[in-house]
């Protein structure tokens, strides 16, 4: 049986469902005015908020006492560094800003780098509502190579397709996850669908990693982003928690 570095559930907007090995992380969770349904997750050892907004801090969603990792303070005007590891999973954050204005219109934004200590190291990043136009150099070198990106591409609140181009420019992942878009489920929200994001671009061919919600990170998904030689797309589908 083939090595899983991680399994990605999608959730819906910008909340999954990451488990490296006997570590469960939740991000970005939402509260259940947004749409979609809200499920308790048991079993979940960190919670990561990458700000203060009810679509994204929903801690509630996670059931017991998991670590909370925010990435601003708890009134979401202030940067709160975080570097912690937790078991075989660091999670840290890099500084960003939720509009193209610094942060002046929606405020602070925290991008969330999930390094997973395996053999080799596994690089999920979370984007959160990443608003500006594009990544300056330190932050590309704090972020560091991206195995899996999990990157806003719907607009209005965050970037749209042309600027999340160019975060795959700047960042080169191997694999992208679209996430904070219209769906069926937030037909509501003043976003976009991810069409004008997928034009063009090369899906993921290995159907067997991608099911419904959930991909399974592995070395052969990898290398098949490798020999490609250009990010591989793998627009999820929303649905529930895995069930423990």
């Known amino acids: 049986m083939e090595q899983v570095f991680a399994v990605i559930f999608w959730l819906g907007q910008a909340c999954f469902v990451i488990q490296a090995g006997d570590v469960t992380i939740l991000t970005d969770p939402f509260n259940p005015q947004i749409g979609y349904e809200v499920s308790r997750i048991e079993g979940v050892d960190a919670v990561t908020v990458s700000h203060e ?12 006492s998991p670590l909370v990792l925010r990435g601003l303070t708890r009134n979401g005007t ?22 193209e204005a610094e942060g002046s219109k929606r405020g602070k934004n925290a991008i969330f780098v999930f390094e997973i200590l395996s053999t080799p190291t596994i690089r999920i990043v979370h984007m959160g509502d990443f608003g500006e136009s594009r990544l300056d150099a330190e932050r590309i070198k704090a972020i560091g190579p991206v195995d899996v990106l999990l990157l806003p591409v719907g607009g209005f609140y965050t970037i749209e397709a042309a600027q999340a181009n160019q975060v795959l420019a700047d960042l080169k992942p191997k694999i992208v996850v679209p996430m904070h878009y219209r769906t069926a489920k937030t037909a509501g929200l003043k976003v976009q669908d991810a069409s004008a994001f997928l034009k063009g671009k090369k899906l993921i061919a290995r159907k067997e ?9 592995t070395p052969s998904l990898l290398q098949q982003a490798k020999d490609a030689g250009e990010p591989l797309i793998a627009p999820l589908e929303f649905g529930p928690p895995p069930k423990k």
């Open 53 to 64: 907004h009810g679509d994204h801090n929903y801690v509630a969603m996670a059931a017991g």
């Open 209 to 217: 990693a991608v099911t419904g919600n959930k991909m399974d990170v």
């Open 78 to 99: 202030e940067v709160n560094k975080v570097d912690q590891k937790v078991k075989n999973v660091r999670i840290y954050s890099v500084n960003s800003s939720h509009d």
